[in-house]
């Protein structure tokens, strides 16, 4: 298998590092992040502008992408730069939305002037789809939805939600919110759903919504290594200009097997998400994709506290970057499924 990116793919992270480093200090970042609506909404569409959204979908579904390798792309480099603008909701709804054909939608999504949200999870429900207890009946929804990532301020919310036994998608823009702002940054909203207005987009969508959730995990384990990468060098960094006994702390070789530990951890977890993108959309999918996301899950935690053993009483402070990627690093595992629960999947898969 060839791990170098194509022509195409590296214009766009070459070009998608240079806009984030320019505009994502960590200040920009965290304003932004924790202040409501948890984003930028100038920036969002400047993204949209620059291609971003239209990389995750294929060409002839309005965009220029679509395989598991674009996604990763672009999440490794949003991670890079702890970006809190929502790009999981979006590639999660467009995704689902061009499954299902929605091709107007998808055009208002690609060209940035629709966000979408996407409405899945529940308080009482679990992973499984089948679990959820919302209801459309007579053109109405009723319900509520938890955590659903990218609600603030969202044009449209896409709501999976029950018609007897199938299980559906459905589109409104008069839903109830109670928006809030994650540990991490970045926003999300309970979604209250009381008999509201809602159009039917198919009331058979579970293949597609499955679909589109593994590519949004695929988009975390890109994540995650991006996030990753960064935190190394800001690591190895501190190492070298922390001084301890009248020398720098990275001369221990205790410490530099620690570092060299966590380099590996960092291609292992690139490694599987390779994988993980090359199968996307064929047979097996959802079996490497919980593969990938089960091994970030626990790298990940372990990679952060290692990061904030490293770097001491600094490395949990609010002014220093790393605290805001190890929050990040951290819930990446809990988002979609933890480690546990795609080890389940693994599991019922084999």
Known sequence: MDFNLSEDRRMLSDTLRRYLAEQYDIETRNQAAYHAPFYAPAKYTELADLGVIGAFVSESAGGFGGEGFDITTVFEELGRALCPEPMLATLM?????????????????????????LAVFEPEAGENLCDIQATFSDGKLTGRKSVVYGAPNADLILVVAKEGDQIGLYLTEAAETVDY??????????????????????????????????????????EAVGAMDVMLGMTIDYMKQRQQ????????????????????????????????????????????????????????????????????????????????????????????????????KVMQAA
């Open 93 to 117: 709804s467009v995704r689902v939305l061009a499954d299902l054909k929605q091709s107007t939608l998808v055009d208002e999504i690609v060209t940035g002037q629709k966000r979408p949200a």
């Open 181 to 222: 702002a994650m540990i991490d940054g970045g926003g999300a909203a309970e979604v209250i759903l009381d008999d509201t207005p809602a159009t039917c987009l198919s009331n058979d969508a579970q293949a597609a919504l499955e679909a589109a959730l593994d590519a949004g995990r695929l988009g975390l384990c890109a």
């Open 245 to 344: 006994f009248g020398r720098s702390i990275a001369v221990f070789q205790a410490l530099q097997h620690r570092v060299v530990d966590m380099a590996i951890e960092i291609e292992q977890c690139r490694s599987i998400s390779v994988l993980a993108a090359s199968h996307l959309g064929a047979a097996h999918s959802a079996k490497y994709v919980a593969m990938a996301k089960n091994l970030v899950g626990r790298t990940v935690v372990k990679f952060s506290e290692e990061v904030i053993q490293l770097h001491g009483g600094i490395g949990m402070t609010w002014e220093y970057p790393g605290a805001h990627y190890a929050k990040r690093l951290t819930m990446i595992d809990h988002q979609l499924g933890d480690a546990l629960t795609q080890l389940h």
